[in-house]
């Protein structure tokens, strides 16, 4: 009779804790779907726009990959198309100042793919003016003739001819530079430094901030404040004027942790996936992807977590429980043989932020 007693009791209070460990759970949910729903209204897709132009005469725009090298084909046109985008990333704001200028975070490796692809623009047409000298020394028309192949990359209607002798041009350029232009072929950038000056670059980088809601609304444009140098730091920092989001001061910007991350504690990672951009332009609503995890290492400046990312959720914050950004996330995690893990990232300390720009935390 009292093992019957004591079984019953055991089985109350099971369903008891159970009942509570619902309550916990159910409560950590609404807690959490709380806090996603103010964090996603502060977390911005950033996009980074490059206009080149060739001597002054022609725009530059990225058209195709070569099928040997798979390096990037750059046409030519005398129309000015806009900026084309280069990157994409995640920023959002922390600041805004007395001037109402609002101060975003976002990677220094984000707003890089700019420079990155001026770099080999260069390359291409320093290789181009090497080609048509080496193809044709006498005849001065020769390089025109070989941009005007190029170009046969946009052309819709191409016939089977006109696409091989694109390719052909296209994979010839690329090899001059590999086997004489290169850092490995041409050591001192002697004779590589001697053909860019014959096909000068000039390029404009502006950063796109598109805000959540309305996915057709017009970006907001944003200038450079401070990127890290040397490497220092994978930190970068724009500043905008967003008249709608002074009304209401700092309250619109994500609130930054204080206390540093701790191993198994619960997070959420924010930001646009690159496969998530791609749907968004077709959607209504532009707004973040919001991932769960937890972190799983901590070291100097920087933690790991297994929430799932990809190229897009750089620059993104990580949230904990309370709604306060732990970090900014920065790169995916590499196993020992190098290959990446698809479901861990790594994030910088939201510290390095206040250490990266000590004026705007009264430093």
């Known amino acids: 009779m009292v093992d019957h007693k004591r079984a019953l009791l055991s089985r109350k209070i099971f369903v008891l804790l159970f009942i509570l460990l619902l309550l916990c759970d159910a409560s950590a949910r609404d807690n959490w779907q709380a806090i996603d729903r103010k964090a996603a209204n502060k977390v911005f897709q950033l996009n980074i726009g490059l206009k080149m132009r060739l001597d002054k005469y022609f725009y530059v725009q990225v058209a195709d990959i070569s099928s040997k090298g798979h390096y990037y084909v750059f046409t030519t046109s005398t129309q000015d198309r806009g900026y084309q985008v280069v990157g994409r990333g995640s920023a959002f704001p922390f600041y805004i100042d007395k001037k109402q200028q609002v101060y975003f975070v976002t990677n220094n490796h984000v707003l890089d793919n700019a420079k990155q692809m001026k770099d080999e623009c260069e390359m291409f047409y320093s290789a181009v003016a090497f080609y048509a000298a080496r193809v044709a020394p006498l005849d ?204 861990y990232g790594g994030a910088i300390c939201i510290g390095d932020l206040k250490t990266f720009v000590p004026e705007l935390f009264g430093r």
């Open 140 to 343: 001065k028309s020769y390089f025109e003739k070989i941009l005007m192949i190029i170009n046969l990359a946009a052309k819709k209607n191409a016939t089977q001819s006109e696409k091989e002798l694109y390719q052909n041009t296209v994979n010839s350029i690329w090899d001059c530079y590999d086997n004489f232009l290169s850092k490995e072929a041409d050591p001192g950038q002697a004779l590589f430094n001697k053909y860019r000056k014959f096909v000068p670059i000039v390029a404009n980088t502006n950063y796109f901030l598109h805000a959540p809601g309305l996915a057709g609304q017009p970006a907001i444009e944003a200038k450079l404040y401070k990127k890290a140098r040397d490497k220092e730091s994978d930190l970068a920092v724009l500043v905008a004027i967003l008249p709608s989001m002074i009304k209401n001061g700092n309250d619109k910007c994500l609130q930054l942790d204080n206390k540093g991350p701790v191993v198994s504690e619960e997070i959420h990672v924010l930001g646009y996936p690159a496969i998530r951009n791609q749907k968004t332009m077709q959607e209504k609503y532009n707004s973040p992807t919001i991932i769960s995890g937890k972190i799983t290492k901590v070291v100097a400046h920087k933690f790991e977590f297994d929430a799932q990312i990809t190229k897009g959720n750089s620059g993104g914050p990580v949230v904990d429980q309370e709604g306060k950004v732990l970090g900014v996330v920065t790169n995916r995690v590499l196993n020992k043989e190098g290959t990446l893990l698809p479901n």
